[in-house]
């Protein structure tokens, strides 16, 4: 899973008076053509950004690396060169504060709470507050709008009366549930894309909202007002970051991995690659850190020189890009892992993890695609591994499901298109495959599936599919138990042609008794009926919204983060937009009648 909005070559050249097109030349121009392989925006491409798109890149987002010695200066200039708009004066306003009292806050008993609303990352609400016959009646309630942000990032948790949900301006919100009105907010430093979970470290003690950055550092502060409690960096490679959200249980926090790193390998210059995935356990009171994982077992070392003549490295690889999940009875976590970024090979990228719950020992690691050996920019770039791999990494949470008569098994959804069931008794032998879509650096199942007691249901993206297949974006549902397709429905034909009308299914489902939410690249957020997967329910996401905090704001794509639902409430952000799609930063709360 990649976040590459602008890459650029790491010659130097500082001005003393910042020259935007100079720094583009010098930068950025190498990577970013009229013509450009397939996961790097052309310079047209970036020409439709924002430029406080580009700045947030620069700036702590997913080319700070590149952006080493510019000066906030040099990265403005060079956002407006490259945009050809001018930076907005929009600041960080105090409207939408809760003006009267919020009611204490509590946990319910149906709340969607961290990324797949349970430990084991079901993504299914069995006590929605809603039924299957309330769908078709579900209308906006409010709109929360992130100010200066253009791009909804983070998927939002539900607790109780309250919202918690990041941004990728850095700011942490808890909003009031009825109202959208803002109770706290709290500034990470840095973009938050995890999703925020609430936990209780000590019996009678307050409860904690933790969450991760983009510069991975773990957050927690108190959940009812927002004061910072600790903070601690669970990574120092410059590329790594925190896109999974943590996992609490039982008085522990487990903190997934992950990196840009082989986004910074397309670089020529770049001395690739050394990043390794890791999973982090922390008290959940203190932030001390109890065990450190790594999911490639060998430190990176130096293998030979580039074409260019930079140090190569390896092993590498292997991020962890979703939420950890956690097997109480085997007292095991579970976590799937993404591709290695060199010509070394290891038995652990494009795997299912088991790790020892209380040690970090790794108990067992199935492999479903090896040597998966995939950096950007490939064949171009002099850092590209001699054979490359499909860049089929796991982008999901692996579910772990009853499936009857005393079995279990682990479902894990793939970039390949294929849909795993693995028997997580039998360390994580491969039980089932269903291949659901073509799969591609773009395709197959990117961010997270659902699954009920009976059936996964998985939305595929196909954005960028396999070479010499066809594209299958859209939704199917598989037994658990068999991996049998139970049905699948394909995304509408889009009204236009381009990434910008693009009808993938890249964000996360979410599965109530009756019905699957999905939503698409051009905005459409939909609902399925599970037993037939007749859509029931259709929203149109992508246009302008009066919002309940008075920010100018509009929905756009839905990718990455999903929509979540508790209490009777559905909740989605719309406006993520990095491959092409249209950009927004709203949030967006239905109920029933909009009551």
Not at 109 to 128: F, H, I
Not at 407 to 415: E, N, S
């Amino acid at each position: 899973m990649r976040y590459t909005i602008l890459l650029c070559s790491a010659t130097a050249l500082l001005a003393q008076t910042p020259d935007g097109a100079a720094l583009f030349k010098a930068r950025c121009a190498g990577c970013h053509a009229e013509t450009t392989t397939a996961r790097i925006p052309t310079r047209s491409d970036l020409a439709g950004r924002t430029p406080e798109t580009v700045v947030a890149a620069l700036n702590g987002g997913v080319m700070a690396s590149q952006a080493q010695g510019l000066t906030a200066a040099d990265m403005r200039a060079l956002a407006v060169f490259v945009t050809g708009k001018e930076l907005s004066a929009t600041t960080e306003t105090v409207a939408g504060q809760c003006t009267t009292p919020v009611a204490a806050f509590t946990t319910t008993a149906g709340d969607w709470n961290g990324s797949g609303l349970d430990a084991v990352n079901s993504r299914y609400q069995a006590k929605p507050g809603l039924s299957a016959a309330d769908v078709p009646k579900l209308k906006l309630k409010w709109a929360f709008g992130f100010p200066g942000d253009k791009a909804a990032f983070a998927q939002p948790s539900i607790v109780g009366n309250r919202v918690f949900t990041g941004s990728a301006g850095g700011t942490v919100y808890s909003l009031d549930a009825k109202t959208g009105c803002i109770i706290w907010s709290y500034k990470a430093g840095a973009g938050v894309r995890t999703s925020v979970v609430i936990g209780r470290p000590k019996a009678n003690g307050p409860y904690v909202a933790y969450f991760g950055d983009i510069r991975a550092f773990t957050h927690a502060v108190d959940a009812s007002t927002g004061a910072p409690l600790w903070k601690v960096k669970v990574e120092d490679h410059p590329g790594a970051r925190v896109t999974g959200a943590p996992t609490f249980f039982d008085g522990k926090l487990y903190v997934p991995v992950s990196s840009i790193e082989e986004g910074l390998a397309q670089s020529p210059q770049y001395e690739c690659c050394k990043f390794r995935g890791s999973v982090v356990a922390l008290d959940g009171d203190s932030g001390k850190q109890i065990w450190k994982t790594y999911t490639v077992s060998d430190p990176a070392i130096a293998r030979k020189k580039s074409k260019t003549g930079s140090q190569l490295w390896g092993p590498a690889g292997a991020a962890v890009w979703s939420s950890p999940t956690i097997d109480a009875t085997k007292k095991l976590v579970y976590v799937a892992t993404g591709d290695s970024y060199t010509d070394s090979d290891i038995p652990t990228s494009d795997a299912v993890i088991a790790m020892d719950m209380a040690t970090g020992k790794i108990a067992w690691a199935s492999q479903v695609t090896e040597k998966d050996n995939f950096i950007m920019g490939c064949p171009k770039s002099p850092n590209c591994p001699d054979e490359e791999g499909p860049d089929a990494d796991f982008g999901t949470s692996p579910i772990l499901r009853s499936v009857g008569n005393g079995k279990r098994m682990l479902v894990v959804a793939q970039k390949s298109g294929i849909v795993w069931g693995l028997d997580p008794d039998q360390k994580g032998k491969v039980i089932w495959q269903t291949k659901v879509g073509s799969g591609g650096m773009l395709g197959g199942i990117e961010w997270g599936h659902g699954a009920d007691e009976s059936n996964a249901y998985v939305a595929v993206s196909d954005r960028i599919p396999a070479p010499g297949t066809e594209a299958k974006p859209g939704i199917s549902a598989v037994k658990l138990a068999t991996g049998e397709k139970v049905w699948s429905t394909p995304a509408p034909k889009a009204a236009c042609e381009g990434m910008a009308c693009s009808t993938a299914q890249s964000a996360p489902v979410a599965v109530i008794p009756g019905v699957v939410f999905s939503g698409s690249a051009d905005g459409k957020f939909r609902a399925y009926a599970t037993g037939t997967g007749a859509v029931v329910w259709e929203f149109n996401t992508a246009v302008p919204f009066d919002t309940v905090n008075k920010v100018q704001a509009t929905g756009g794509s839905i990718d990455a983060a999903g929509p979540v639902i508790a209490n009777g409430m559905v909740l989605t952000p719309s406006g993520y937009a990095q491959w092409g799609g249209k950009n927004g930063n709203v949030l967006l709360a239905f109920t029933v009648d909009g009551r």
